[in-house]
C-alpha cells in the first residue's frame, strides 16, 4: 500500500514536472511577403506567345534570379502573381487559369526565413509541431470582400487543435502585417470562442492606421532609386498595399484631410485624394479594391478584439512622413515616376510605421476592453527597427515577449512614449537601415 501511495505520488509529482516545463503554445501569424505562395497554370492564356499556358505547383514567392532572367521570364512572373479586386464579382481574382496556394499550414517550411524565427523559440524551450505553429496566408489580399475567409477557417481548426492538443490556450501572434489579418479574425470570432482558445493577443509592430511608405509604393515602388521600378510592378499587383495607404481620419492616430504626403509641383495629396491620386497615375484598375478594402470594419470601425491584447512597437527612428516628387504624374500606369525626395515624420517610428498608427489601440480600445473584462498592454522599446521583436538581436523585446508568455512577467516601462522622447534631433532623409519585413 505504501509503495502504491508512493507511485502515486511520484506519478502526480512527475506529471506536474512535466507540465511546469511545458511551454505555452504559440500560433503564429506572419508579415508582408513573409508566407511562401505556390503557382499552378491550369489552360492559362496569356497575353505573351512566350508564356506557359500550363504547369504543375512550383515556387511562385519568394522570387529568385532564375525566375527573373530575361525581360520574357520578368513579364510571365508579373501576370501569375497579379491578383485584383473584381468589382462585378465583388472578390479578389487571379488571371483566369492560374492557381496559388500557400503551403506547410501548422509547420514553418511556408514561411520565407522561417528557421530564422523558429531556432530562437526553439532554444527557449518550444518544439515545432507541437507547442509552435505557423499559420501562412496570402499577403497580397487584405480581409475584404471574403478575401481571407479560407484562411480564417483553417486558422479556427488550427487552433481548436492545439488547444485540444495541449490543454492550454493559444498565445497568438502577429507581426507587421499580421496583427490586422489577425485582427479581422478574432472580429469572427464569438466571444465565447475567444474565451476558450485565446490566451493572449500578441501584436508586435502593427499598422493599425497605415503608413505613408504604403502609397510611395504604389507611387514609384519601394526601394533604391535602382530597383524601385520592378518594386512597384509587384505592389500594383497587391491588393493590401493600398489597405495600408494612411488612415483617413480627424484623431492623434489617423491623417487630417490637409495633411499632405505625396507632393509634385502643381499637386498634392492627402488621405483625402486618393481616387484622384490613383487617377492621376493612371491606376484607375485599382480604384475599386481600394475603395473596397477602405470600408472593411476590421481597420475602418476598428473594434477592439474582446481578448488580452499585448502591443509591442519600436519607436525613435527616422520615419518617412512625405514623398515629394520633381515632376507632375503621367497618367499612364507604364510610367514609374522619378525617385522622390523623402521627409521624416517629426512623430518618428520604427523606420516604415510612423508611431501614431501603432498607438492606434492605445487610444481607442481602452474603453471597450475594459467592459469586455480583458486586459490592454503597450510597450514600445526605442531603436527597435519594424518587426525586430522576432529576433534576439533586434533589443530586450524578444526576451520580454518570451518571459511574458512563460512567466506572465510584463514588461517594465513607458506603454507609450511622451511627445519629448520620441521627437528626433534632426529629420534625416533616405537612405534608411534595411529592416525584416
Not at 512566350?50 to 508579373?78: G, M, R, Y
Not at 526605442?382 to 508568455?405: K, M, R, S, T, W
Request: glycine share 8%.
Amino acid at each position: 500500500l505504501r509503495m502504491a501511495n508512493c507511485v502515486a505520488v511520484c506519478v502526480a509529482v512527475l506529471a506536474f514536472a512535466v507540465l511546469a516545463l511545458a511551454r505555452p503554445p504559440v500560433v503564429f501569424v506572419p508579415g508582408l511577403t513573409e508566407s511562401q505562395l505556390l503557382y499552378k497554370l491550369d489552360d492559362f492564356k496569356s497575353s505573351y506567345p512566350f508564356c506557359q499556358n500550363h504547369s504543375s505547383w512550383k515556387i511562385l514567392w519568394p522570387i529568385t534570379n532564375a525566375d527573373l532572367a530575361t525581360t520574357e521570364d520578368v513579364l510571365c512572373w508579373l501576370e501569375r502573381y497579379a491578383i485584383f479586386y473584381n468589382d462585378k464579382a465583388g472578390s479578389y481574382v487571379t488571371l483566369p487559369g492560374v492557381n496559388t496556394t500557400t503551403f506547410d499550414f501548422g509547420g514553418w517550411l511556408g514561411l520565407q526565413g522561417g528557421h530564422m524565427i523558429t531556432k530562437s523559440w526553439v532554444a527557449a524551450g518550444w518544439t515545432v509541431g507541437k507547442d509552435l505553429f505557423a499559420a501562412p496566408y496570402d499577403w497580397r489580399v487584405p480581409t475584404a470582400a471574403g478575401a481571407q475567409d479560407a484562411y480564417y477557417n483553417h486558422l479556427r481548426i488550427l487552433i481548436e487543435n492545439v488547444v485540444q492538443t495541449t490543454g492550454q490556450k493559444v498565445y497568438f501572434l502577429a507581426v507587421s502585417l499580421g496583427p490586422q489579418i489577425a485582427l479581422g479574425f478574432l472580429h469572427r470570432m464569438t466571444p465565447a470562442w475567444k474565451d476558450a482558445h485565446i490566451a493572449w493577443f500578441i501584436a508586435e509592430s502593427p499598422v493599425w492606421s497605415g503608413t505613408p511608405v504604403a502609397a510611395w509604393t504604389i507611387v514609384s515602388g519601394f526601394g533604391d532609386a535602382n530597383s524601385s521600378g520592378f518594386d512597384r510592378q509587384i505592389s500594383l499587383r497587391t491588393d493590401s498595399i493600398p489597405w495600408l495607404f494612411p488612415r483617413a481620419g480627424t484623431t492623434n492616430t489617423t491623417w487630417g484631410a490637409g495633411e499632405k504626403f505625396i507632393v509634385t509641383p502643381s499637386r498634392s495629396y492627402g488621405s483625402a485624394d486618393y481616387v484622384e491620386l490613383l487617377q492621376d497615375l493612371g491606376l484607375d484598375f485599382l480604384v475599386p479594391g481600394f475603395v473596397r478594402s477602405e470600408l472593411e470594419p476590421d481597420l475602418n470601425t476598428f473594434a477592439a478584439p474582446d481578448v488580452n491584447t499585448l502591443v509591442t512597437y519600436g519607436y525613435g527612428l527616422g520615419t518617412p512622413a512625405s514623398f515629394t516628387y520633381p515632376q507632375d504624374f503621367v497618367r499612364n500606369a507604364s510610367i514609374t515616376p522619378p525617385f522622390p525626395t523623402i521627409t521624416n515624420a517629426t512623430e518618428t517610428g520604427d523606420i516604415y510605421v510612423p508611431l501614431r498608427s501603432t498607438l492606434r489601440a492605445f487610444y481607442e480600445w481602452p474603453g471597450a476592453m475594459q467592459a469586455a473584462g480583458k486586459k490592454l498592454l503597450y510597450q514600445g522599446y526605442p531603436g527597435q527597427v519594424h518587426a525586430y521583436c522576432l529576433f534576439p538581436e533586434g533589443g530586450p523585446c524578444f526576451q520580454d515577449v518570451l518571459n511574458f508568455i512563460v512567466n506572465g512577467t510584463v514588461p517594465v516601462g513607458s506603454p507609450a512614449p511622451s511627445r519629448s522622447e520620441y521627437l528626433p534631433e534632426h529629420a534625416h532623409l533616405y537612405p534608411l537601415p534595411a529592416a525584416r519585413k
